[in-house]
């Protein structure tokens, strides 16, 4: 593979050529010299006005330059470029539905004899007509959430695609996958769109805080409900999730190692923004792998949900009515995340079993001790607000 700046203004041939060679041997297995040269290309001049490129460099090459992690398996920086498209910046929670209507156009494609996919990877061992079905509908739901409940056979016919520009391009090269396996693709769409939906919870707590500084109460509970609808859509996930074959899972997670959802920053984030987890939580294992979270949450102008709501009834009377539209909200995000978390806890049961998790966790039992954790629980505390618990 001859690794050449092609004439393309934003390096995106050549990023198309390296990921169809990935999808042919798993970005575990590119080999060295193809690596080596990669490496080159990056640290040259050529990349530093090629910033899609040189993301997609840095996602790819993770493994090789020793910093593999979630956010790079996952290839979130190049996502993230996409969302942000300076010729329209999309919504992350359609951002969401556009990644699981690319799994349900994977998945309805038909194997070829000699068992590749029409997609031209590899696929030598696509699900069974059962598990396919299966996994259609939990997607055409999910897509169907957004964009009015229309019926999933409409969606279907309707599917929506990353928007036609410069950055719309690069939305097929943010799958990497580490091996062959036919269901490693739909995994990574699928953590992809939850990154996607907790970046949109986040912006909607941070909302929640400001509207509350504003003593706005009842607008702080309509941020907070729609925080909840997307972390109930976060949850949705998991049902898709639960169609992946566990000898599949088992299979390509020996080469991701190093890489676990407990490396999300949004959702450490939304945490963190709803209420100050205790000092024993913020120096476990949960925040190891997101410094940048916990250095947000230690410092001292550090701002949350809970504290900008203790702040306002402090300093002015809330009417009951907005109270209690607040505390209900509260309360059903409360719900809502415990919800998430048991379902989550559910999954990896059936998928791992006794095995640690892949960030150097306990894997179960560590979310298991996780069910006990609360968004609010400084509110909790306060007999003033007991009807959020």
Not at 176 to 185: G, I
């Amino acid at each position: 593979m001859t690794m050449e700046l092609p004439a393309c203004r934003d390096g995106y041939l050549l990023a198309r050529r390296v990921t169809d060679e990935v999808r042919r041997t798993g970005k575990h297995f590119l080999p060295d010299p193809v690596l080596r040269s990669l490496g080159a290309l990056r640290s040259g001049h050529a990349t530093d006005r090629l910033p899609y490129l040189r993301t997609f460099l840095d996602c790819l090459l993770d493994k090789h330059d020793g910093r593999y992690a979630n956010r790079t398996y996952l290839s979130l920086p190049l996502l993230e470029l996409v969302l942000d498209d300076p010729d329209g910046p999309l919504d992350p929670n359609h951002m969401a539905t556009l990644l699981i209507a690319d799994v349900v156009r994977y998945e309805s494609r038909v194997p070829e004899p000699g068992g590749r996919s029409s997609g031209g990877g590899p696929d030598p061992d696509p699900p069974g007509p059962d598990t396919t079905r299966k996994r259609l509908r939990h997607a055409l739901r999910f897509v169907s959430d957004d964009l009015g409940g229309r019926d999933a056979g409409e969606v279907a016919d309707l599917l929506p695609r990353p928007p036609a520009t410069a950055a719309g391009r690069w939305f097929d090269l943010t799958v990497q996958p580490v091996y062959v396996l036919h269901d490693e693709f739909f995994f990574i769409r699928a953590l992809q769109a939850h990154e996607m939906l907790f970046t949109a919870v986040v912006a909607d707590v941070r909302a929640a805080i400001t509207a509350l500084r504003d003593d706005r109460p009842g607008d702080a509970a309509g941020h907070v409900d729609r925080a909840a609808a997307s972390v109930d859509r976060a949850a949705a996930l998991f049902r898709l999730v639960a169609t992946m074959r566990p000898d599949h899972f088992a299979a390509f997670r020996r080469y991701t190692q190093g890489a676990s959802a407990i490396q999300s920053e949004q959702y450490k984030r939304f945490e963190v923004l709803c209420g100050l987890p205790s000092g024993e939580r913020l120096c476990s294992a949960a925040f190891a792998g997101v410094p940048a979270v916990r250095a947000e949450a230690e410092d001292a102008g550090h701002d949350t949900v809970a504290r900008a709501y203790l702040d306002l009834r402090r300093r002015t009377p809330v009417g009951h009515a907005e109270r209690d539209l607040l505390h209900a909200a509260l309360a059903r995000l409360e719900d809502r995340h415990q919800r998430w978390k048991a379902t989550h806890r559910s999954l990896a049961a059936r998928m791992l079993g006794d095995a640690p998790g892949s960030g150097y966790t306990d894997g179960v039992p560590y979310l298991t001790e996780c069910l006990g954790n609360r968004l609010f629980r400084q509110l909790a505390e306060r007999p003033a607000a007991r009807r959020v618990t």
